[in-house]
């Protein structure tokens, strides 16, 4: 593992639109390792022993706040959480003078998750200021990006079509599709960066209201040939390789969006019979929590022939394992 970390150069890991292919490929092979040593008996490396992770989401999580913890407590890292309800923060301390707070009880390694885009960003520029020498990791911002999830989704494709080697260049012409409320999703943004860097042609598909024709202006024009937008389904579903589906993100949505979760369901929710436009072997992915019957059929979900939903789970860790190690071994 220790070869991986000669390509690695970022202190911080706040967003994929800089990510190079070296450094996708890079953490797609160290997550391959890590990958080995949840398979194995012991399930635990001395690779973080001695550092402090702090995990600070100021914004409820379940999969990427439990991923994160348990990949650093298989590196043997120390462990602070931090919870928002039980925190100084009810009594008027500033997100960053809590990161401080963190600082001064010895955390390397910042994970932070927020309703707002930017936070990881200003606490990271904010350690680089004071020279702290702490790498600041983005479990999601708002609306701008959420980078560990995107990876893990890629590792879990990769892995798919090469176990031993997953690298990018294996998706290249392949045609992924992306279903949902792709406005509101940190993780699509993130997803069609990776995606379209790994020379996938990606088809996103929403109502209007979800996916307006502006989005297309937040990709840079050098992709435009290769991302595509629909108002419908079946055109983005024809033929395609790998098919994502997100939640309704009800949370962040104004009024009026949508008609009914019922309506949607019938015109953008995956089935068996909707999945039959797509090649015969397609798989599905959904980042989590899932909305049963509403973004995807609970038959579909449960279909090991083509959900790929519960390795998504397990590339977590590893994908988080990999990104906590070349952070925290970064010279």
């Known amino acids: ?31 391959v390792s ?9 399930k635990k490396v001395p690779a973080l022993q001695g550092q402090v992770v702090a995990n600070m989401f100021f914004e409820p999580s379940t999969r990427t706040r439990s991923s994160f913890e348990l ?24 997100i960053l003078d809590t990161a401080k707070t963190y600082l001064a009880m010895g955390a390397n390694i910042m994970v932070i998750r927020h309703s707002h885009s930017g936070v990881p960003l200003n606490i990271a520029q904010e350690m680089d200021r004071l020279k702290t020498g702490v790498s600041i990791f983005n479990a999601g911002d708002g609306l701008h990006q959420h980078p560990s999830q995107a990876l893990l989704d890629l590792f879990t494709l990769c892995s798919l079509l090469d176990p031993k080697n997953p690298r990018i260049s294996l998706l290249e012409g392949k045609k992924i599709a992306i279903v949902g409320d ?41 992709y435009h040939d290769r991302l595509f937008l629909h108002w419908h389904l079946t055109p983005a579903l024809e033929d395609a390789d790998f098919v994502m589906t997100l939640r309704l993100q009800k949370e962040r949505m104004a009024d009026y969006l949508l008609p009914s979760l019922r309506e949607y369901h019938q015109l953008f929710g995956l089935t068996h019979d909707r999945i039959s436009h797509c090649n015969t072997d397609v798989k599905i992915l959904h980042p989590g929590p899932v909305n049963r ?13 083509f959900s790929l939903i519960s390795q998504q789970v397990t590339s977590g860790v590893a994908v988080r394992m990999a990104l906590l190690y070349l952070i925290g071994n970064l010279k």
């Open 71 to 94: 990949a650093a407590k298989r590196l043997s890292a120390d462990i602070l959480n931090f919870a928002p309800s039980t925190s100084s923060l009810t009594k008027g301390e500033t």
């Open 182 to 222: 792709i406005l509101h999703s940190r993780v699509a943004r993130s997803n069609i960066n990776s995606l379209l860097a790994s020379g996938a042609r990606v088809h996103l598909a929403a109502p209007p209201t979800l996916l307006p024709q502006l989005f297309a202006d937040t990709v840079p024009s050098v």
């Open 293 to 305: 019957g509403v973004e995807i059929s609970s038959e579909l979900m449960d279909d090991p022939r």
């Open 34 to 42: 890590f990958k080995d040593v949840l398979n194995s008996r012991t």
């Open 1 to 31: 593992m220790s070869s991986t970390t000669t390509n690695w150069v970022k202190k911080h890991v706040i967003s994929l639109e800089d990510f190079t292919p070296t450094e996708y490929d890079t953490v797609l092979n160290t997550a």
